[in-house]
T-cell receptor, first 112, second 117 residues
Framework: GNSVTQMEGPVTLSEEAFLTINCTYT??????LFWYVQYPGEGLQLLLK?????DKGSNKGFEATYRKETTSFHLEKGSVQVSDSAVYFC???????????FGSGTKLNVKP | GAVVSQHPSRVICKSGTSVKIECRSL??????MFWYRQFPKQSLMLMAT?????????EQGVEKDKFLINHASLTLSTLTVTSAHPEDSSFYIC?????????????FGEGSRLTVL
């Protein structure tokens, strides 16, 4: 089947710390991979995506590399800010379908 | 980016009543809208796929008579929770894809938190 597993939160970091949120997937076929972010009181927003193996998605200092050999798409940021506090969702989409599979979300708390 | 709006953002109702949640695409036309349900500390669970002008496609285990979905226009889809019970309390999120092309991107509403007393 198709599923996404991401690390449980909450993750609490100090400002300027390094962030890693792990995400692994199982999929039938060749998925595109996504990270979405949900700020308090808002809907999910696309943070970055990668559509094929070895692609690196990046945005706002965040990046994630599509690793087919380890079926992973870990989210990283070198120096987090308080404004990065949010819930982060890893997701996959099977090509030719609009159906997304989401992980459970990881809440990030960044303290000043 | 494109904007999807949900209303209401919060609703509290009594057990046995029905609740309607609206999902609108404000600046684009969406042939397809999706309804998700999010339980605390769990992933978004796809409930149904709604195509404009046709019946919604429900995921396995989702009661179609319980969760009525209507997609009457290219900018509006509604989810009606009929005869709501406390176990229906949850966070409901809609999303939509644009008509033109296949960007692979979903645009999400802000979510609607339903509390059934």
């Amino acid at each position: 089947g198709n599923s996404v597993t991401q690390m449980e939160g909450p993750v609490t970091l100090s400002e300027e710390a390094f962030l890693t949120i792990n995400c692994t997937y199982t999929a039938t076929g060749y998925p595109s991979l996504f990270w979405y972010v949900q700020y308090p009181g808002e809907g999910l927003q696309l943070l970055l995506k990668a559509t094929k193996a070895d692609d690196k998605g990046s945005n706002k200092g965040f990046e994630a590399t599509y690793r087919k050999e380890t079926t992973s798409f870990h989210l990283e940021k070198g120096s987090v800010q308080v404004s990065d506090s949010a819930v982060y969702f890893c997701a996959l989409r099977l090509d030719n379908f609009n159906k997304f599979y989401f992980g459970s979300g990881t809440k990030l708390n960044v303290k000043p | 980016g494109a904007v999807v709006s949900q209303h209401p953002s919060r609703v509290i109702c009594k057990s046995g009543t029905s609740v309607k949640i609206e999902c609108r695409s404000l600046d684009f036309q969406a042939t397809t809208m999706f309804w998700y349900r999010q339980f605390p500390k769990q992933s978004l669970m796809l409930m149904a796929t709604s195509n404009e002008g046709s019946k919604a496609t429900y995921e396995q285990g989702v009661e179609k008579d319980k969760f009525l979905i209507n997609h009457a226009s290219l900018t509006l889809s509604t989810l009606t929770v009929t005869s709501a019970h406390p176990e229906d309390s949850s966070f409901y999120i809609c999303s939509a894809t644009q008509v033109q092309g296949r960007t692979g991107e979903l645009f999400f509403g802000e979510g609607s938190r339903l509390t059934v007393l």
